[in-house]
């Protein structure tokens, strides 16, 4: 099994930051992709960011020079950095990961989601 725990989430205040961190642990052979999505009250879950094992990445166009994702291999860490957030991005945040573990049995997995709240 291969978990995923998320932090950073909270309430800010338009305009604000935020850096929401996931963390990966398990019998992990590799990591491929993580990334980020979220899903506001009545609205599908979407991609909001995502990297690959070779950090090539890929946004929302919404968030697209606001927020950047990062990963450190060594930790199984990913990061969503969120700068100027707006009440729009209010929503539940969920990191997912993929790759293969012990076993070499391919993993897609998520974490529990963090709440993220903008407003004044």
């Known amino acids: 099994q291969v978990q995923l725990v998320e932090s950073g989430g909270g309430l800010v205040q338009p305009g604000g930051s935020l850096r929401l961190s996931c963390t990966a642990s398990g019998s992990i052979i590799v990591i491929n992709g993580m990334g980020w999505y979220r899903q506001a009250p009545g609205k599908q879950r979407e991609l909001v960011a995502r990297?690959?094992?070779?950090?090539?990445?890929n946004y929302l166009d919404s968030v697209k020079g606001r927020f950047t994702i990062s990963r450190d291999n060594a930790k199984n860490t990913v990061y969503l950095q969120m700068n100027s957030l707006q009440p729009e991005d209010t929503a539940v945040y969920y990191c997912?990961?993929?790759?293969?573990?012990?076993?070499?049995?391919?993993?897609?997995?998520w974490g529990q989601g963090t709440q993220v709240t903008v407003s004044s």
């Open positions: 990297i690959t094992s070779g950090r090539s990445t």
């Open positions: 997912n990961a993929d790759g293969v573990r012990n076993g070499f049995i391919s993993f897609d997995s």
